[in-house]
């Protein structure tokens, strides 16, 4: 039997549905950027407050529950006060002290399970209801299992602060858990922003990277390794000076008889200077990319990526120039994980083309310089 065209319009399409799924799917990946956003912030915090090794066991499960007893609250500090940073950092400190920091490692550990959840129900939801649009499956299966990993690299950051002798985690192991957390907030926004063209235009094709936005995330990508190094070396108070370094310009290493690596990755001081004057290259390459997007339309874009990395540049030498001040160092890495939505932004943009830009979203003449 053929079937007439008219009566080809009205089958379902049980793959996708073009006018709810995709746009559906956006919401869900735009919630998990904003949960992920809300994890780099309190993980800030963690780490700011020397929390990050109050809870000394990894329980997935049972974890989730926190001490509800004295007994139990008594247990957990004397966990703590085993290890060699409660001599180092935390002497002497009360149990209602130690409730103080264990709060902020508990809220990390109890918004990552959230994360995790919110991508694993909200793929298997999808997928089970057929809905995720071709060419998609293993892209938005591939979301729950980065968050698992960034859950894995979380623990082994903590162990690493457990052993014998250590009094702080190793800087190697939080940066890997922070880009990692950077990367999937990325990942999402990238993907939510194709199933939000998919939503306009059922043939809509996924951005591709272009050499101007591979160049921009790999120039970001660096300088975001070098503020998590920052952090695991405490390199924020090296100085409190800017731009000069304790009275000069280059510092030079705070440690003699390192390799060239160890200068370049473990150095306190070194780490701080590329840090610092690595971000001028960066911003460099996302004015011209901003420039860009100006160019063909895409004004939002390229606002915020002004917006972010000024603000960020901004709050970046307030905090050298408090001594790290909490609330500044906080604000700071609020800001840079903005930047990397921004400038994910402003990339995919650039991969849809000056064809796709809708003037009804941008506004402008596209062609305006």
Known sequence: MTLSADQLTVLPNLNTSASTGPRSIARWLMAVVLLVIAMVVVGGITRLTESGLSITQWRPISGVIPPLSEAAWASEFAHYRALDQYNAVHAGMTLDQFKGIFVWEYGHRVLGRVVGLVATLGWLWFALRRSIPHGFRMRLAGLPLLIGVQGLLGWLMVASGLKPGMVEVAPGWLAAHLLTALFTLAYALWTGLDMLALAKDPNARSARLTPMAALAGAMLA????????????????????????????????????????????????????????????VV??????????????????????????????????????????????????????????????????????????????????????
Request: proline content about 4%; some cysteine.
């Open 284 to 369: 460099l390459v996302l004015v011209l990319m901003a420039r860009r997007l100006k160019a063909i339309g895409a004004r939002p874009p390229s606002i915020a990526i002004h917006a972010a990395f000024g603000t960020q540049l901004i709050l970046g030498i307030a905090t050298v120039m408090s001594g790290v001040a909490l609330w500044l160092a906080v604000l700071h890495q609020l800001v840079g994980a903005c930047l990397v939505a921004a400038t994910a932004w402003g990339a995919h943009t650039l991969g849809r083309g000056e064809a796709h830009i809708d003037a009804t979203i941008y506004g402008g003449d596209r062609h305006e310089q």
């Open 222 to 281: 660096l300088q975001l390794l070098y503020g998590a190094l920052m952090a695991g070396l405490r390199a924020g108070k090296i100085t409190d000076q800017w731009p000069l370094m304790n009275g000069r310009l280059f510092p030079g290493p705070t440690q003699a008889g390192r390799s060239l690596w160890g200068d370049l990755t473990a150095d306190p001081a070194i780490v701080h200077f590329i840090h610092r004057w690595w971000a001028w290259g």
